[in-house]
């Protein structure tokens, strides 16, 4: 069975600094990755997405992330945050490209100081 | 475009009655919906998959004949939580597929619906 932990609960960055939010995942064949976005009031959306080929992905709204097969890792960044950047993200992943079959992690909370 | 709407978004209810939650695609036809619940400080846990004019598909663990799902049309699919008790309490959150996408990978999440049970 598939697994994401997201180990920071809770980060605060200000704004215009860098961000990189973590995720480890525990899977044995090939995973499908995911990040999304969960503003209040919202509905979760979709920053970005790994499934093979370059490992490094770029998503919209300026977020890319990286796949590290060897540290079972797929870590969000942005290198400079916005002050809407503020919200719940959320790290998947899952057994093949049906998103809607994911495990997700239980989320990393931003706060974005001014 | 893409648009998922839910309703109620907040719904207080008594213990021992239904409520029905309601998961509309707004702008685009939806063969295939999700139901996930969400709890406090945690992840999405996905309940159930509905298409379109069949019966939904529940996830393991979850109870078929308390969370009662209905995808009747291409727009719209309703979650009912029967003989609610304080323990159903959560945020339920759906999500909808395009009929067109060929991307399994493809969804749109609606804003959720904070369900209370007293």
Known sequence: AQSVTQPDIH?????????????????????????????PGQGLQLLLKYF????????????????????????LRKPSVHWSDAAEYFCAVGADTNAGKSTFGDGTTLTVKP | GAVVSQHPSRVICKSGTSVKIEC????FQATTMFWYRQFPKKSLMLMATSNEGS????????????????????????????????????????????????????????????????
């Open chain 1, 11 to 39: 980060i605060t960055v200000s704004e215009g600094a860098s961000l990189e939010l973590r995720c480890n995942y525990s899977y044995g064949a090939t995973p499908y990755l995911f990040w999304y976005v969960q503003s």
């Open chain 1, 52 to 75: 093979s080929g370059d490992t490094l992905v770029q998503g919209i709204k300026g977020f890319e992330a990286e796949f590290k097969r060897s540290q079972s890792s797929f870590n």
């Open chain 2, 24 to 27: 509309r695609s707004l702008d």
């Open chain 2, 55 to 118: 019966k939904a598909t529940y996830e393991q663990g979850v109870e078929k004949d308390k969370f009662l799902i209905n995808h009747a049309s291409l727009t719209l699919s309703t979650l009912t939580v029967t003989s609610a008790h304080p323990e159903d309490s959560s945020f339920y959150i759906c999500s909808a597929r395009p009929g067109t996408s060929g991307r399994v990978y493809e969804q749109y999440f609606g804003p959720g619906t904070r369900l209370t049970v007293t």
